[in-house]
């Protein structure tokens, strides 16, 4: 997975989100990092969404409507 860009959180988690390929097809991955303690490295935890990067248009409107709330 290619890192497209990242959002920290809070002090030790951040978002990111990549982009890559799966069985063929090309995915876009959202996904909850954490820090570990002691260090500058973050690791992907389970926390996060994984779809067909087909969806993107589809998933940037959803993302849009939370600014109409």
């Not at 290619?2 to 989100?17: H, P």
């Not at 959803?62 to 709330?69: D, P, S, T």
Request: glycine residues 4%; charged residues 35%.
């Amino acid at each position: 997975m290619k890192q497209v860009a990242q959002l920290d959180v809070t002090d030790n988690k951040r978002l990111v989100l990549s982009i890559g390929e799966f069985r063929g097809a090309e995915r876009v991955d959202l996904r909850q990092y954490v820090k570990v303690k002691d260090t500058d490295e973050y690791i992907p935890t389970p926390k996060g969404i994984n779809f067909s990067a087909e969806w993107i248009d589809d998933f940037v409107k959803m993302v849009e409507k939370l600014k109409e709330n």
